[in-house]
C-alpha cells in the first residue's frame, strides 16, 4: 500500500473513530438527562460547540474529551468502548476495553496506573539506553 494510500485510510479511520466517539458522547449526556447546554456550561463552551462535538462536526480535542468525561461521570475510556464491534480496533485495544468495562472504578484505576507506570518505566529505560 502505498504511503498516500495508507494516509488515506488512517484519515477516514479517524473520522469513523471521531464520529463513534461523538455518539457515545450523546449517548452518555442523554442517559443522565443532561441537555447540551448543561454540559457546555460545564466545561466553559458554547452548547453549538457540544452540537458540534455530539455530530461528529468538530472533533474533540483529548482535554475537552477529559472534561466530558470527569462530567458525565466516565472514563475517558468509555468513549471507546464497542469499537471492535464496527471494526475499529487497533491493535491491543480489547484488553483496554476489557479494563475500561470493569464496574469496579477502583480495580480500573488501579491496572490503568499500573499500564501507565509500566510505559513510563519503559520510557524512562529508553532515554537512560540512548
Not at 108 to 114: C, F, I, Y
Given at each position: 500500500?502505498?504511503?498516500?494510500?495508507?494516509?488515506?485510510?488512517?484519515?477516514?479511520?479517524?473520522?469513523?473513530?471521531?464520529?463513534?466517539?461523538?455518539?457515545?458522547?450523546?449517548?452518555?449526556r442523554?442517559?443522565?438527562?443532561?441537555?447540551?447546554?448543561?454540559?457546555?456550561?460545564q466545561?466553559?463552551?458554547?452548547?453549538?460547540?457540544?452540537?458540534?462535538?455530539?455530530?461528529?462536526?468538530?472533533?474533540?480535542?483529548?482535554?475537552?474529551?477529559?472534561?466530558?468525561?470527569?462530567?458525565?461521570?466516565?472514563?475517558?475510556?468509555?468513549?471507546?468502548?464497542?469499537?471492535?464491534?464496527?471494526?475499529?480496533?487497533?491493535?491491543?485495544?480489547?484488553?483496554?476495553?476489557?479494563?475500561?468495562?470493569?464496574?469496579?472504578?477502583?480495580?480500573?484505576?488501579?491496572?490503568?496506573?499500573?499500564?501507565?507506570?509500566?510505559?513510563?518505566?519503559?520510557?524512562?529505560?529508553?532515554?537512560?539506553?540512548?
Amino acid at each position: 500500500m502505498s504511503n498516500e494510500n495508507h494516509a488515506d485510510l488512517a484519515s477516514r479511520r479517524s473520522d469513523e473513530i471521531d464520529h463513534f466517539v461523538a455518539k457515545r458522547i450523546k449517548a452518555r449526556r442523554r442517559q443522565l438527562k443532561l441537555s447540551q447546554q448543561d454540559v457546555a456550561e460545564q466545561i466553559g463552551i458554547s452548547y453549538q460547540q457540544v452540537q458540534k462535538y455530539e455530530s461528529g462536526f468538530n472533533r474533540v480535542s483529548a482535554g475537552k474529551l477529559f472534561a466530558i468525561a470527569r462530567i458525565l461521570d466516565v472514563s475517558v475510556n468509555y468513549f471507546f468502548i464497542g469499537l471492535e464491534e464496527v471494526g475499529l480496533s487497533p491493535a491491543g485495544s480489547k484488553a483496554a476495553s476489557s479494563i475500561a468495562q470493569l464496574s469496579n472504578e477502583e480495580v480500573r484505576n488501579a491496572l490503568t496506573g499500573l499500564i501507565d507506570a509500566i510505559a513510563e518505566s519503559d520510557t524512562r529505560k529508553e532515554r537512560l539506553d540512548t
